[in-house]
């Protein structure tokens, strides 16, 4: 069951909703004002590393972007 992350675009106050059931059709509104003007933003995610020496770890670039703050991570490691 996926968690998703909404920011309020009239309070600014960031909150979570749990997706129980793809075909339930779900109108989020902000907890805090009560308003339907939501955006859906994309959540930090934490990356475990064993931490062995020689490995390098996740590199975050954070940066502003037309819908507001924005991130890459690069792994390392083998890519396809």
Do not use: W, Y
Request: charged share 20%; glycine share 6%.
């Amino acid at each position: 069951m996926p968690i998703f992350e909404f920011c309020c675009d009239r309070c600014q106050h960031t909150f979570e909703l749990l997706a129980v059931q793809s075909k339930d059709l779900i109108e989020p509104v902000c907890p805090s004002c009560q308003s339907p003007e939501i955006s859906r933003v994309l959540s930090k995610i934490n990356i475990g590393s064993p931490g062995r020496s020689g490995q390098s770890l996740p590199q975050v670039t954070e940066r502003t972007c037309a819908s507001g703050n924005c991130a890459t991570i690069d792994i390392p490691g083998p890519s396809k």
